[in-house]
Nanobody, 125 residues
Framework: QVQLVESGGGLVQAGGSLRLSCAAS??????????MGWFRQPPGKQREFVAA?????????YYADSVKGRFTISRDNAKNMVYLQMNSLKAEDTAAYYC???????????????WGQGTQVTVSS
């Protein structure tokens, strides 16, 4: 069984920064073999792709246009951790943020194998 646990959410003023973390665990879970992604669900809206980092040795990264240049995704395969550094936050970044893992397929597609419970990010304007 795979567990993804997000942390680091909270309340921040517009223009501020937050760093989300996601800890992955599971007896047979080979973290380094999985693409890891961050999604978010704003209030009253559908869940949307934010960023992803591939399993490949190069760790290719992918971002939604709305966060490109402001957010950075990274991973530490030795610690089974993935991070989302969020800078220059805007009110429209307010959402529940979810960590997810997938074994194959397009990193930006919604079809992920495992999901965390989410962490709330609220940006005050």
């Amino acid at each position: 069984q795979v567990q993804l646990v997000e942390s680091g959410g909270g309340l921040v003023q517009a223009g501020g920064s937050l760093r989300l973390s996601c800890a992955a665990s599971g007896r047979t879970f080979s973290f380094s073999s999985y693409t890891m992604g961050w999604f978010r669900q704003p209030p009253g809206k559908q869940r949307e792709f934010v960023a992803a980092i591939s399993w490949s040795g190069g760790g290719g990264t992918y971002y939604a246009d709305s966060v490109k240049g402001r957010f950075t995704i990274s991973r530490d395969n030795a610690k089974n951790m993935v991070y989302l550094q969020m800078n220059s936050l805007k009110a429209e970044d307010t959402a529940a943020y979810y960590c997810a893992a997938k074994g194959s397929g397009a990193p930006w597609a919604n079809e992920y194998d495992y999901w965390g419970q989410g962490t709330q990010v609220t940006v005050s304007s």
